[in-house]
């Protein structure tokens, strides 16, 4: 959050919460790969500085997360509304970025977004806005201010958000709040590089009742003290396994830095310079290459050392690692896990034990209400300022994509199975579409035939009769 924003917030009365701010800042560096200060700084004990290597696990739990709640189709109502607000959220690249703000949600544990309208809106003599599209802001939990929080559910909120303006710095702040009729306004404040308000940019604009912005926020109840409307970050409980399994990788690739064979001679068999470094002369050389290990038995004189890769601790340290990871994501002890040399990842697992579903499930309704809200804001304003007639009343269903955690090929062979045991041709006409992805028509034209041939056979062995 920008100096600017918050100083801006106090002095209008409203308290920052800045213990949240840095639990989610450490989690986001994680996410983000950064260097931990602290932790990735080593020193030898020779008094070396080095700097741990980093295996980046946090993004890959965060996107794993993200693949089991993809959204497959948003149905807001039926016809050309629904048709228009899917063209809306495809404008507004929703799929893409809801994507991303479901690996955010896991690793900050929160994320929002915001209606509001473009450039074009035009503000006419009478203080009514008319015009402009329809656009989304998303927004990450760093730049999100939850303001009033009733039953856990954010009511009042503001966004920040810094881009560039003919190469300087500018920070948007926006902010949704209600008056004691149950009325949303909007109000916008700009702010320089340098964090003085742009006046003349200031605009304050009244909304409606239904709520213009959404926050989805991780499922898991939030067992953090000191933030009200904010989302548990799953990575903050993963962190000590996280640096765990930095240290086991480091470990295996020291080990594996110096497995390089050495051959340890005695300085009888060496001449000195001046430098009195040890060297072979060229004819010692040739000896070497000649005899090989067939130089005099007497170890003293030529010895082989070879490192060993301490691969079976390492191993069992990494396991260990993986499964208390594993927990602490909400999936049992194996979403991670060495079987037969490989790891075993969350998708994978899942689509094994159903049990672990509960989680998913969870996770799946915080989306639909995320993706509800945003629907109704988009419908709201374009009814209110582009004079469309949207029912915002209309049952919003979403439908997500379980491509992840069904087994494709046990969902086949029961859909056959069910198609040989029950005479009805159309479990027939599906399982032909799945089996060979062919499209309906293709499909019942095979099946017509194919009762089409049994029938003539039918009929000439009632004839030969």
Known sequence: MEGCVKTFLEKKGYHINTRAAEIIQICDDWYANRRIKGFHDRRTIQGVEYELSRLNFAKRCCSDDANLCEVLEIN???????????????????????????????????????VRLDHRAVLYDDGMVRGGRVRLNYVEADCFIPLTVENDIVTEAAFSGSSLQKGKKQTTLVLFTLDEQGTYFSETHVFDDLGHELKEMEAVLQLGDVKPFAVMRNAEVNNLDDMEGFGLPKLWNAIPMLKAIDLCYNVLY??????????????????????GRPALTPEQKKLFVLLGEKLPKDKELIQEYNPDIRIDQITKAFELALSILSMSFG?????????????????????????????????????????QDICRAVMWFSNTFNGTGYDLETEILVDFDDSYITDKETELERKRNDALSFDIPQLLIWYLMDAYSLTEDEAAAIVAAKQEAEERQDAEEETED
Not at 78 to 102: I, P
Not at 255 to 275: H, Q, R, S, Y
Request: with cysteine; aromatic share 8%; proline share 0%.
């Open 254 to 275: 020291s080990d594996l830095d110096k497995a390089e064979k050495i051959l340890l001679v005695n300085e009888l068999l060496c001449e000195f310079g001046k430098d």
């Open 331 to 371: 999936y049992g002890t194996k979403k991670y896990s060495f079987e037969n040399g490989q790891i075993t990842t969350a998708t994978e697992y899942i689509g094994e034990r159903q049990d672990q579903m509960q989680e998913l499930n969870r996770q799946r309704q915080e989306a639909i209400r995320y993706i």
């Open 76 to 114: 807001a109502g039926a016809g050309e509304q629904a048709e228009a607000v899917n063209t809306l959220l495809s404008d507004n690249q929703f799929n893409t970025q809801y994507r991303r703000q479901l690996e955010k949600t896991s690793a900050d544990g929160t994320v929002a977004c915001y």
